[in-house]
Each structure stands twice: as structure tokens, then as C-alpha cells.
């Protein structure tokens, strides 16, 4: 053959500043043959821009992939069964979808023949790390890309590179670095690098200002069968469109804004904000109903399983077994998580006002204050009397109380 075939690379691609940049660099720099992939997995975008941008800057081919469903499905369902926050606040919403899309960009390698994947992740962050173990988990053989983090420019560079190549970028507006897919939008950058400034109210573009959200407060309901959230205020639904539904009614009601110091697995403390109102509700009401259904002994342990499980997801390690050995725990614990829970949202504000399940661990006949409660109150003396025993008698030992 004359011209021998180039070799080609499966870029992640959003159509934002890195991935562009990224696009005509891997052309030039690796002498690459170009194929981008965009996931929609909720995200607010105009797609077929981001298609023609890629064919714009030279990219041989371009997928569009439909992944929300299995986003939800295969994703997000797990995490709302193991109640799933980083450091008890963060519902991990970009670092879940991370593995998807890592997972796309491997098939997609495979049916085009290619030897190179990329991502335009920085050296700093979380995102690196969830891509890279994805990759190398599903196919060892496939060599990595991550330009960001070698070419080392910063914006005003990545513009003048585009520029120098005949490309008028128009970069966003918005001076903080936004990920958004269906389960949450995360907010870094400009002032949240100072941990005392509250962030600016422009940030925040799914939930409006809790000042400025309706006086009356909004009941919402949601209905759980095994877990699953499958139904709102009385209407069954899929599980994305219940997250989308879920997440327009919460936001309206400025539910969902979280702002915190978070520890990042490659090591820094950095501030990160967010805005997840679906998934707010959703773990808190699912957690209710758990509490409804599950024993003391379930729960108490289920929470141990819930803080590992969300710290493999968190530091990208979705490949891990262990993750799946402890969803194994949690399926278990979900057979009977089928009920209703209400929330009452105001002015950002969410609180669990009713739970109820036919497989409710409450029995009133017990619990009652009433008189025809059948708990035989008498019994209660020889509990404490054992229960008690071995602190009573160490205080005997040592002379006994605080002084
Ligand atoms: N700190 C969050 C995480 O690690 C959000 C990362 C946001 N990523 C981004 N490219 N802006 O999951």
C-alpha cells in the first residue's frame, strides 16, 4: 500500500475547550486518525454542534451515543440502593458516570480497530484516575491518551493553539469548570478556590435561590419497589424520567445545592460544589425507607458496606470485585425496600414527613403509649440489669463515674 493506514485514537469528547484542543493535537502530535465520542447522559447540549465541531476539527468520525437509560439503569440504581455519598455529602455523580463512559470508549476502540483511547482529563483530579483503571480493566492492550495532561497549556494557551490552526473558538461564558450529567451538576474553579467565598449565584443554573423559591411548600412522593425508585406523586415512570421530573420539582424549590471541602483520591483537599437535587431526595427518602424496613443489626452494618462501596466508586475503582461483592450485600438487604416515602421541600430546604411499606418493621402494638399496647414493660427491668452489667461493674472496679 502507498499510503499506510494511520492509527487511530477514540477520543471522550464534549465539544468544550480541552476536548477540542485535544482533537487537533492528537492529529498533530501522535499522528492519529481522530474518532470522537460524545455520551448523552443528561447533560444540557446542543449534540449535533458538538458533532459538527469535531468534523470541523478533522475528526474522521463521530458517535453520538444514547446512554441515558443505561446511565440510570446500571449506574445510578446501585448508587440510591447503597445510599451512595462521598464523605456522608457528595452523590457521586460525575465520578459514576465515568466508568460508563470509559466502557464506550473501549467498545468503541474494539469495533473500529483502534490501538489508542484519549480523555481529556486533567493530571490533578479524580476523572484521570476513574478513566484510566476503567480502560486498562476492560482491555489492557489499549494504550491511553491523556493530552491535558501532557501538554501542559493552560486556557489562553489551548485558545491561542486553536487560533494559530484557523479555529475562532468561542469559549463559554462561565468561568467555573461545570460537569453535568443526569444525576447532578458539579460547580469548580474561579472563587471556590477560596473555601470561605460563598459561591456566586450565577453558578448555579438546575436550582434557584432558596430566597427566591416559592412561599408554599411542595409534597413529593416517591414510591421504591426492591429499592428502585418507580414512581412519582402516584405516576409510574422510568427511572431517568423520574430523576429528570425529580429533578426540575426539587430544583424549583432550591433543593439540592451542596458545598463542601472534599479529600480527592489522588490527595488534596480541594472545595467542590454541586448542584444534585434528584439525587438528594432520592438517597434520603430510600434511606428512610431502609430505616422503616431493615433491623438495627441490617443497618448498622449496611452503612459500613454503603462507605466502602462509595469510596471504590469515588477513587475509580468501579472495576474492582469488591464493588461488586458488596452490591451482592446490598441486593440482599433490598428484597423487601419496596414502599412509599413523602418529602416536603421549602426554600431549599427537604424533610421525610410520611414512610410507609407493607414490609414495615414498626408494630405499633408495641410501641403504642396506649393502653393496649402488648409490651410488657416489667421485662424491661431484667434487659437493663444484664445489658448494663459489664459497665456497672467496671465502675465498681475503678471506683466508678467521671470525677
Ligand atoms: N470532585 C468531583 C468528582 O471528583 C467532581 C469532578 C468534576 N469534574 C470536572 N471535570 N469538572 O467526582
Redesign the pocket.
Known amino acids: 500500500m502507498l499510503f499506510p493506514m494511520k492509527e487511530k485514537v477514540v477520543l471522550g469528547f464534549s465539544g468544550g475547550l480541552d476536548t477540542s484542543t485535544a482533537v487537533l493535537w492528537l492529529q498533530e502530535k501522535y499522528d492519529l486518525d481522530v474518532i470522537t465520542v460524545t455520551l448523552k447522559i443528561g447533560q444540557k447540549e446542543d449534540f449535533g454542534n458538538i458533532e459538527e465541531k469535531s468534523k470541523l476539527l478533522g475528526a474522521k468520525k463521530h458517535y453520538t451515543i444514547d446512554a441515558l437509560d443505561e446511565f440510570a439503569d446500571k449506574y445510578i440504581s446501585k448508587c440510591i440502593k447503597a445510599n451512595g455519598l ?1 464523605e456522608d455529602k ?1 452523590p ?4 459514576l458516570a ?1 466508568p460508563l463512559i470509559a466502557s464506550w470508549l473501549v467498545k468503541i476502540a474494539k469495533q473500529e480497530g483502534a490501538s489508542y483511547v484519549a480523555h481529556g ?2 493530571g490533578k ?3 484521570q484516575i ?1 478513566f484510566d483503571i476503567t480502560i486498562r480493566a476492560l482491555d489492557p492492550k489499549l494504550k491511553i491518551i491523556a493530552p491535558v495532561r501532557e501538554w501542559n497549556m493552560n486556557r489562553d494557551q489551548e485558545l491561542e493553539y486553536l487560533k494559530a490552526k484557523g479555529f475562532d473558538f468561542k469559549p463559554s461564558r462561565s468561568r467555573v ?3 453535568e450529567n443526569l444525576w447532578g451538576r ?4 474561579d472563587i471556590l478556590e477560596d473555601p470561605s467565598a460563598e459561591p456566586l449565584e450565577d453558578y448555579f443554573e438546575w436550582t434557584v435561590a432558596p430566597e427566591k423559591a416559592p412561599d408554599k411548600s411542595t409534597y413529593v412522593t416517591i414510591g421504591f419497589e426492591k429499592g428502585i425508585p418507580v414512581e412519582l406523586n402516584g405516576e409510574k415512570m422510568k427511572l431517568s424520567d423520574l430523576i429528570v421530573t425529580l429533578n426540575s420539582i426539587a430544583g424549583q424549590n432550591g433543593v439540592g445545592r451542596i458545598d463542601h471541602m ?1 479529600d ?2 489522588i490527595g488534596f483537599k ?1 472545595r ?1 460544589v ?1 448542584e444534585c437535587p434528584a439525587a438528594t431526595c432520592l438517597i434520603e427518602a430510600h434511606s428512610e425507607l431502609e430505616k422503616l424496613i431493615l433491623n438495627r443489626n441490617q443497618l448498622f452494618f449496611k452503612k459500613l458496606v454503603e462507605k466502602e462501596w462509595s469510596w471504590l466508586v ?1 477513587a475509580g475503582l468501579w472495576a474492582d470485585p469488591l464493588r461488586r461483592n458488596l452490591e451482592a450485600f446490598i441486593d440482599s438487604t433490598q428484597d423487601f425496600a419496596t414502599g412509599k416515602v413523602t418529602l416536603k421541600l421549602y426554600k431549599g430546604g427537604y424533610r421525610i414527613v410520611s414512610r410507609s411499606s407493607q414490609y414495615s418493621g414498626y408494630d405499633l402494638n408495641i410501641a403504642t403509649y396506649s393502653f393496649k399496647s402488648i409490651f410488657d414493660q416489667k421485662n424491661a427491668l431484667g434487659f437493663i440489669e444484664i445489658w448494663g452489667l459489664p459497665t456497672i461493674l467496671s465502675n465498681l472496679k475503678s471506683g466508678g463515674g467521671d470525677e
Not at 186 to 189: A, D, R
Request: net charge negative; glycine share 8%; proline share 0%.
Open positions: 462521598y457528595y457521586l455523580s460525575t465520578a465515568r482529563c486533567t483530579g479524580n476523572d476513574r469548570s461545570v460537569d458539579s460547580i469548580e474553579g472534599e480527592r483520591a480541594s467542590e454541586y469515588y
